[in-house]
């Protein structure tokens, strides 16, 4: 398929946790060979990139990283500020707020509906705790990010801005949560993206898909929820979301109308099974 009639397409990889003894470098191998071979126009790697903040667990994740073939936006997650980590990510990837953008050549514009895609990705995270915060002073700045007004929209937080079920207690909620999701909701932000809990799940917000990833190459997951990292693709009339597992499955989760803004349902990642495995409900 030519760039000029293909959907846009990201990945979104979160909490890979170098460091962790549970860490999978043959998984993340696996992950690197099968997101180069996808082709996507970026990849959105949000948050939790190490266990402790320490030195050595960067430098491996930095060298996992850099054999990413497509455009790469990294944002720190609260495990990253760990031991004065935000020193060694700020040395090996930048500052935790990045904006990327692509244009669309004009066949593609015309097909997606869209001049191109900016991501803005920001730190929510703060030294030494599990929490996050974004503060209202960064709020201009994410409002200037945006100056694409018919691009496809992506925001990138590593801290969920909405609660997720079968994670059990929720305190990890940015303290700034409402705020965010109305500056979002008023700049018509299209996807919000975020790691943390370990666990996969879509809510529609306001007409703004939330998409949260798993943990992608470790065994601390919640419940029976496996590993796994998303796949987003955007074509002309819909957002379509799948998870990608350790095993090579790749499964449709989430299909997301971008005309009316609604989810559909059958598809939709809240199943029964889901529902059985992490024990929302009891039996």
Known sequence: MGSATRPLRLAQISDIHCGETSFDSGVMGSIVERVNGMQPDAV???GDLTAKGY????EEAAEWLKQLGPPTVVIPGNHDYRNVGYIHFQHFFGQGFHRYREGFDPVRAERLQATGFTVVGVDSAEPDVNEGNLGLEQYPWIRDQFDEPDDVKIFAIHHHLVSIPGTGRERNIITDAGDVLAELTRLDVDVIVSGHKHVPFFWNLNG???SYSGTATTKRVRGLTPPSWNEIVVDASTVKV???????RRELAVLFSRKTRALTREVFYLTEDFLDSNQVLPP
Do not use: K, N, T
């Open 208 to 210: 703004v898909l939330l």
């Open 55 to 58: 030195q050595w667990e960067f």
């Open 242 to 248: 799948y998870l990608h597992y350790q095993d090579g």
């Open 44 to 46: 959105l790697v949000v």
